[in-house]
């Protein structure tokens, strides 16, 4: 099997991409997958004031 992923576009933080699947006769998949890029430190931060407030309840 091989796949193979091609970004589409990117809009803002958004990245789009089209996903393929062949095998050694034909292609077995295709599709559309769509991610966001993140601020990692503010992502934590918020993580864990999520699990602070919910652990003082």
Not at 23 to 28: K, L, M, P, Q, R
Request: net charge positive; proline share 0%.
């Amino acid at each position: 099997m091989v796949a193979r992923v091609r970004l589409e576009r990117v809009a803002g933080r958004r990245l789009f991409f089209e996903v393929q699947v062949d095998d050694e006769v034909e292609t077995i998949g295709r599709g559309h997958h769509e991610r966001y890029v993140i601020d990692r430190k503010r992502f934590d931060a918020r993580t864990i004031g999520k699990f602070e407030h919910s652990v003082r309840r």
